[in-house]
DNA sequence: TTGGATAAACAACAACTGTTGTAAAATTTA
DNA sequence: TAAATTTTACAACAGTTGTTGTTTATCCAA
C-alpha cells in the first residue's frame, strides 16, 4: 500500500493532492463512467504518464478514493476505537447508510462500473472493522463467517435504503434492520 | 431484455450465438479482463459493429453469460418451481458455492472487473428466487428487506468459501452457514 | 553547495473503443 | 415472386488507453 504521507517526497504528496482534488471535483460534474484519466489529467495539470506513475487507472483511483473517504466517516465517529456493542452496530450501519446515499449511488445506466468498485471497498472496510470489534470481546469464536455474513448485510440493507424511492426515514429503516444483522453477532455481545 | 428466442431472426440467433460461444472460449484462455471486443469478434468472426449491434460492451456480454450460466444452474435443480424450506434454502446455498467455484473467480489482479460482474448478477438471481419463493408462502410480511439480506449474506458466504485458501468441505461449511442466512427467514418457514 | 536520486513532463507509439454512413446479403412479407 | 425490411460487413473516424525512453526539474543527502 501507500507509504505513509510523512515520508512522502513533497512532490509526490502535492501530485497525488491535485489528482485526488481534480478527481472529486470532476465526480461532482459527471458519472464516473464518463470521466476518463485524460479528464483527470488535465484538470489536475499534470502529465497523464504522471498519473500512471501514481494510479494503475482510474479505478484504482476511485477505490482509493472511495476508502479514504469512508475511512474518515468511520474516524469521525471514532469507530475504529470502538468494541462490538449493539449501538456501536447500529452506528455503523447509519454510517453506511449515510455514506452511500452522500455519494449518490444510483442505477443510471452511466453508474455502471462506480457502484461495484464502491461497494467493494466499503463493505471491505466494514469487514475489516467488525472483525476488529469482534477479536476485541474475548470470545473464543472465529470471526471470519459472522463478519462476513454482518457486513455483506449491512452493505446490501444499506444499498436497498439508497436506492428506494420511497426512502424511509433513517431511523426507523435501521430499527427494522439492526435486528437482521445482530441476531448473528450475539454471541460476541458482552455479558453486562 | 431481449425477445424470446422463438421469434427471433435466424441470423440474430446464429450471430449471438456465435458471439456467447467465442466469449466462453475465450474466458477458458484467459482472463476476462485480458479479453477485448476485438478479441470476441475475431472469434465469432463477425464484424466488431455487429458485435456493438448485439452487445452494448463487453461487460453487457458478461452479464448476459453469467445470468444465463446460473439460471440454468437453477433450473437444472428446478430451484424455480419451488418455495421456501430450509432444504430448499441449503440447496440454493450449494449452487451459488459451485456456480463461483467452477467459474474459478479469484483474487488476481487480471479479474478485477469480472468478480464484480458476476456477483451483481448472482446475487441478483438470488434475491429474485427468494422472493418468488417468500412470496409464495402466504405470510403478511413484506419479502423484500428479508429477501435482501439473505440473498447478500449467500452470497457473502460463497464468495468467502470460494476464495478460501483452505477450502472446507463444502457439505460441512453449509451446515455452518446455513443458519445464519435461515435464521431471518424463519418467519416464513411453513407450519408443517 | 554539489552530486545523486527521484519525480514529472514530453512525445510518440500501437492498440482498442465506440460510432457512423454506405453497401451487400439474407430474411420476411405481401 | 418480387419488393421491403432487417441484419451484417465494411471502412473510416475521433478519442482514449497504456506504455516507453529521454529530458528537465526538484528534492535529498553527504
Known sequence: MLPTEEKLDP???????LIL?????????????????????EKAQI?????????????????????QGFMQEIENRMLNACHYTPDNLRTLIITVCEFLAQLGTDC???????????????????YELLTLWLSKMNVNISTEIPATVAAWAIYG??????????????EKFVDQALPLVSVNLEQFAQVA
Chains 1, 2 share one sequence.
Open 108 to 126: 443510471a445506466q452511466s453508474q455502471r462500473q462506480f457502484e461495484p468498485l464502491v461497494e467493494k471497498q466499503v463493505k471491505l472496510q466494514v
Open 11 to 17: 512532490r509526490v504528496k502535492r501530485t497525488r493532492g
Open 47 to 67: 502529465n497523464r504518464a504522471t498519473f500512471y506513475a501514481h494510479f494503475e487507472d482510474k479505478y484504482a483511483l476511485l477505490d482509493h478514493s472511495i476508502r
Open 157 to 170: 440493507l444499506a444499498s436497498y435504503w439508497s436506492h428506494s424511492k420511497k426512502r424511509p426515514a433513517l
Open 21 to 41: 482534488q481534480s478527481f472529486g471535483d470532476l465526480l461532482a460534474e459527471k458519472s464516473f463512467d464518463a470521466i476518463s484519466v485524460q479528464d483527470v489529467a
